[in-house]
């Protein structure tokens, strides 16, 4: 699926802001797929996460960037499956996705 996405312009004037939410579409579409394919929560997140990264990777996001944002989007996912096991799969997905903006606020949002 993330072969199919085009990247972003070469001169690369889209904030990481942009491009992160951009990706975080990607990542909902694959996880959804996966999901509905039978993977449970944490393969489909997983995959979800890889695409993610590699089209911020391909759109030119500094590798720094894509891992803090990669791992705080993982840290965000397991603190939530950890403290709610039987949760909805999607509110373990917008926990990750909360982890990420708080990461963004804080190391863009005084930039």
């Known amino acids: 699926m993330a072969e199919s996405i085009k990247p972003f312009d070469e001169d690369f004037s889209t904030s990481i802001e942009d491009l992160a939410e951009f990706s975080g579409e990607i990542a909902l579409e694959i996880y959804r797929q996966e999901l509905d394919k039978g993977s ?3 393969e ?6 890889e695409s993610a990264t590699n089209v911020m990777m391909d759109s030119g996001c500094p590798k720094e960037i894509c891992d803090l944002l990669a791992n705080e989007a993982i840290n965000g996912f397991r603190s939530f499956v950890n403290n709610n096991p039987d ?10 996705g909360e982890y990420i ?11």
């Open 87 to 96: 949760a909805d799969p999607m509110d373990a997905f917008d926990a990750a």
């Open 40 to 42: 449970n929560a944490s």
């Open 101 to 111: 903006n708080r990461a963004l606020d804080s190391e863009f949002a005084s930039k």
């Open 44 to 49: 489909a997140f997983s995959a979800a996460i």
